[in-house]
């Protein structure tokens, strides 16, 4: 299998769109700098960036290619990460998918580090993400646009922010207690908030994840839904795709998972995760990010 944690090679900054990125990694137009990022959203790629986080996706057993992607960056006193799942049946959604993350993850990591509020840099990146994929409709067949998902977390001293769009996930995970930090943007979570259905009927329909917002340009005007709180514990924040929850939906299950091997860092914990999925049948593409809090450069610190 692949494993690349490599730079991606782009001209034009991902933030202000019109500047372009210099050899030392930052615009020369607003100044940002860009993130680090898996670059190929096909078959198994990692991220490594030691005590600060870690990904892992694959394009598990079932599917011919990886329509998932990731990126990670640092921050000056922590990091942030970005999912995007690229929907099946768009064309183009493999593309889609790692330009999004890409791109937002350079205005998190970007605004972040220069003292923008984390919620409205999340705000942000998900609208430079929406951005990037409508600009990749066919303009003669609109239709046949591509689309995506969208999860994002800052992590750092402050605490945890969250961002997404469509049903790619967000968990906060921690040994005394885990939850699940994001709503779904899919029929079945429409169903059971407006009353019309009870959890149970709503999963069980064949609609259920049929998806009610995404990043697309046949999605309308988007905005993400965030939220931001911080810890009392240390713990995890975990992105994923469905191509995990829908294996593990429950936080509890997953932070077993996580934790299950003690204290091997980040990457540790990612992996297990996609092998729980792969283990439970890995039916659909498998991506998952892992940001521990409180953030720390060196392992007991």
Known sequence: MDTRADLPVIAE????????????????????????????????????????????????????????????????????????????????????????????????????????????????????????????????????????TFVSAVVDRAGVTVGWVGDSRAYWLAPGGSSLLTRDDSWAARMVDSGELSEAAAWADRRAHVLTAWLGADAGAVEARVTAFRPAVPGLVMLCSDGLWNHLPEPSALAAVAFAAGADGPAGAARRLLRAALDAGGHDNVTVAVIPYPTSREPGR
Request: charged residues 25%.
């Open 13 to 148: 900054c991902a933030d202000c769109g019109g500047g372009v990125i210099g050899a030392d990694g930052y615009c020369e137009q607003c100044g940002l700098r860009r993130p680090s990022s898996a670059r190929e959203g096909r078959g198994h790629f990692e991220i490594d960036l030691g005590f600060l986080g870690a990904a892992v996706s694959d394009r598990g057993l079932r599917r011919r290619r990886n329509e998932d992607a990731v990126a990670l960056a640092a921050l000056p006193a922590g990091a942030c990460g970005v999912v995007c799942d690229g929907v099946a049946t768009a064309p183009g959604s493999d593309e889609a998918s790692r330009r999004a993350a890409d791109a937002a993850a350079a205005v998190l990591s970007g605004r972040v580090s220069v003292g923008v509020d984390a919620r409205d840099a999340t705000r942000a990146a998900a609208e430079r993400a929406a951005e990037v994929v409508t600009s990749l409709a066919p303009s003669q067949n609109p239709d046949e646009a591509p689309a995506c």
